[in-house]
């Protein structure tokens, strides 16, 4: 039971990852910035970057925050799923 209850949580987080680095990435291109741009804003290597875009690492809170207001919006309306899909 506990190997399973694992590999859900496993696939849930994994999910979270891609759907915030799809998220990132929309609102990123929206804005006609490069990666390059978004990663010196952030503080973050572009390489990182990239990574969080594609769902290969879980992004920190303190990240999230220098990235969103690196582009200009809340937190809140970064999570807000009635203005965003994906």
């Known amino acids: 039971m506990y190997a399973l209850a694992y590999i859900h949580s496993w696939a849930v987080a994994i999910d979270i990852c891609t759907r915030i680095g799809r998220r990132i990435r929309s609102l990123r291109l929206g804005r006609g910035m490069t990666q390059v741009i978004l990663a010196d804003h952030a ?9 969080l875009e594609n769902g290969k ?3 920190g809170v303190r990240v999230l925050e220098r990235i969103v207001s690196s582009l200009g919006i809340s937190l809140s309306l ?3 799923d009635r203005i965003f899909r994906g």
């Open 78 to 80: 970064f999570f807000d």
């Open 43 to 51: 503080q973050i290597t572009r390489e990182h970057l990239s990574e």
């Open 57 to 59: 690492k879980e992004i």
